[in-house]
């Protein structure tokens, strides 16, 4: 037992800042070959190291499928092979989309990259500058979008969590806010949600991660995951829309479809016996819609059904 724990104990084991600092400069320095070659090739490469992850990393792969057989039970084991071997794809080639952004994305050329869907409203509620909250899920290429707003003078701030490499952190920040668009620090950034709202500012969230068991349960693809309460929460006591989209890669392309799905506006929630209740759901059926789409560019891996009900733990 004494050993298991020194394991468990080693494992936990903080890098240290030169460690930190060192895996920093190794990363950088790959980062620096690959934005060598045109995008296209290093998507292809990137596309490439999704399937050796597919392969080589078990759990993840044992658990997207996991999460495929719950979400889609009538499909083949085919079916979810492909899914989920595309979806881990996905995951690679975003990093390459974050990257080379600031490179190719300009003011003259956004539509070479990207085209809008069912858009038009929602922009202008953000160009209102009243205040507005945007939710997209780990879909497709989910970071493009604040960084094309904030490039045409949007006031955009978006909730991440930070990396634990603080040297990449600040690395990658810098390339997300290059053109406008700012990164707030999950961790009290709720603290800043009034001032970011009152000041009629945009709030970005990624709306499908698992909030532990403070959260608020909902139905997400036939199944309860535990959402954050405080997407429904801003929304209501700051009386602000939430608009909800994803951001659609066409093939192996730097190209990607921007879809809006819906907009949920405070007049919908005035009847609601349980508005926080009610908003939370609605904006998770919304994201589930959009990705039954094309289910190969959401991310399976995700543990977004980690939190289980109290109820369903107690029938275990």
């Not at 999704?50 to 999460?67: E, F, P, T």
Request: aromatic share 14%; charged share 30%.
């Amino acid at each position: 037992m004494s050993e298991v724990k020194k394991r468990r104990k080693r494992h936990k084991r903080k890098k240290t800042k030169v460690e930190f600092f060192i895996h920093y400069l190794i990363i950088r320095a790959v980062i620096f070959f690959v934005m060598l070659m045109p995008v296209q090739r290093s998507l292809n490469l990137a596309a490439f190291l999704g399937r050796c992850l597919w392969k080589h990393y078990k759990r993840g792969r044992i658990r997207a499928i996991d999460n495929l057989r719950a979400s889609y039970p009538n499909e083949t084991e085919q079916w979810y092979e492909s899914v989920g071997k595309r979806s881990f794809e996905q995951v690679v080639m975003l990093v390459i989309d974050i990257l080379y952004t600031p490179k190719l994305v300009r003011k003259d050329n956004w539509r070479e990259f990207s085209h809008f869907t069912n858009t038009e409203y929602a922009k202008w509620i953000i160009h209102e500058h009243k205040g507005a909250l945007m939710v997209t899920g780990h879909y497709g290429n989910f970071e493009i979008v604040g960084y094309m707003l904030g490039l045409f003078g949007f006031d955009i701030n978006s909730v991440a969590r930070p990396l634990d490499n603080p040297y990449m952190n600040d690395y990658l920040y810098g390339v997300r806010e290059r053109h406008g668009q700012k990164i707030l620090n999950k961790k009290g950034a709720s603290n800043e949600f009034g001032d970011i709202l009152q000041s009629g500012a945009t709030l970005g969230f990624i709306g499908d991660q698992d909030a532990g068991s403070r959260g608020i349960f909902v139905d997400f693809f036939g199944r309860k995951a535990s959402a954050y309460k405080s997407i429904a929460i801003a929304a209501l006591y700051y009386n602000v829309p939430i608009i909800i989209g994803i951001t659609r890669r066409v093939e192996n392309r730097f190209f990607f479809e921007v879809e809006l799905e819906q907009i949920i506006m405070p007049a919908d929630w005035k009847d609601k016996d349980d508005p926080i209740r009610w908003v939370s759901q609605e904006y998770n059926s919304a994201l589930e819609r959009a990705i039954r789409k094309d289910p190969t560019q959401y991310w399976w891996l995700h543990r977004r059904w980690k939190t289980r009900p109290k109820n369903e733990l107690a029938q275990e």
